[in-house]
């Protein structure tokens, strides 16, 4: 996720700060060289910090029916992406008097900060060039962001100090992205509902009915079909499969009886079923 937000970034800045190029190296001695020795404006989009966006948490499950099994995971959680946006020049980093440079360094900081708060919220499906495609869930909607946070990078002197160069201004920015949770089985599938029925005052008129559902497979690798048909040989009653592959059949008395399904490009099967089955499978294969 963070490398096509990194690409995101560069294409933004490129495309609205003219003769301006968007490195994200830490911003040190061989970050200076760099500078140096290639000319022209740089802007230092430096990743400093990740941290959860926590008033963004839930616990909501979503359902996946992709594979044609149902899955769930957790509703995504949220990451906040904290960057240090620096301007840089040749003359800046060079061993002379500064205010001309320090100037010029202003003048793109400046105008990257407009350009952050123009594009915020950050919307990374009118602003990512392909290829490749960026994750569905990075697209969905623009990603939440915030530029120059009122209470500022706290770490920002320690930072300088480490990478050993004189102060520097800086902008934080803070774009907050999905972290995708695995998808996991839901457990087995409800294949037999069991119902009974009574007449009022009348304990012999107890009846039991059943419903029953599955999923019609086909092809190699086995996959869902969603445009099969299904039929109970012995009632002559049919039902079709939705876009996960499976049918259900209500109400039906216990018993024993034949299956049969057929599906475009597939040739007829046809299958023996007791009702209530003790495995609960009543799945259908299509060669």
């Not at 919220?121 to 990512?128: E, K, M």
């Amino acid at each position: 996720m963070i490398d096509f937000l990194d690409r995101t970034l560069k294409t933004l800045f490129e495309n609205r700060l003219a003769g301006v190029t968007v490195g994200f190296d830490v911003p040190d001695g061989t970050w200076r060289s760099h500078v140096s020795s290639t000319g022209g404006n740089w802007l230092n989009v430096y990743l400093v910090e990740l941290r959860e966006n926590r008033k963004l948490r839930s616990n909501d499950l979503i359902p996946d029916w992709s594979t044609g099994v149902l899955q769930e995971r957790m509703a995504p959680a949220r990451l906040d992406c904290h960057y240090l946006v620096s301007a840089w020049t040749p003359a800046g980093v060079n061993p002379s008097p500064l205010v001309e440079a320090t100037v010029d360094e202003q003048v793109v900081l400046y105008d990257a900060t407009r350009v952050m708060l123009d594009n915020s919220p950050l919307d990374i499906a009118a602003l990512y060039q392909p290829p490749p495609a960026p994750p569905a869930e990075l697209v969905e909607q623009p990603l939440p962001a915030v530029v120059a946070p009122p209470e500022g990078f706290a770490k920002l002197a320690d930072f300088w100090m480490r990478v050993d160069w004189v102060w520097k201004p800086v902008i934080e920015l803070i774009v907050t992205i999905p972290v995708v949770a695995v998808a996991r089985p839901a457990g087995p599938p409800v294949t037999t509902v069991f119902s009974q029925y009574l007449q009022n005052g009348w304990p012999s008129s107890l009846e039991e009915l059943v419903t029953i559902g599955g999923v019609v497979r086909g092809g190699t690798p086995p996959a869902p079909l969603a445009t099969a048909w299904v039929r109970i040989v012995e009632l002559d009653v049919r039902a079709h499969t939705n876009a996960a592959g499976q049918f259900i059949f209500a109400p039906l008395s216990a018993g024993q009886y034949h299956l049969e399904s057929a599906a475009a490009g597939h040739p007829l099967v046809t299958r023996a079923i007791d009702v209530p089955s003790l495995s609960g499978e009543y799945d259908l294969l299509l060669p």
